[in-house]
């Protein structure tokens, strides 16, 4: 099966920004200790508020794994007010 890579793009609600890293680590810190999940990173932009989040898992499976845990759902829940745009591509290597 493929590895699959996440690239989301967050603005975070002006003033939020603080919070939502906050709650990124959180939800980092639980995926990296998931089975399947290669890579769990946080970058943030040198240019503007924008944080951007690396994932990889071994493959679908592992992804839809982590979709489905309580951190995940935790994390999604508390970053609702947090996220101004939110833009998530799920890729595989060619």
Known sequence: ?????ITAIFTPV????????QELRKAQQSSRQ????????????IEDETIV????YENM???????ES?????????TADLV??????KV???
Do not use: P
């Open 84 to 89: 101004a745009t939110r833009d998530v591509y």
């Open 14 to 21: 002006k003033g939020a920004e603080e919070q939502l890293v």
């Open 92 to 94: 595989k290597e060619l």
């Open 61 to 67: 499976d592992a992804l839809n794994h982590h979709i």
């Open 70 to 78: 309580d951190h995940y759902k935790t994390y999604r829940e508390n």
């Open 34 to 45: 998931e089975e399947g999940c290669l890579q769990y990173d946080l970058h943030k932009s």
């Open 53 to 56: 989040l690396h994932e990889q």
């Open 1 to 5: 099966m493929d590895k699959i890579s």
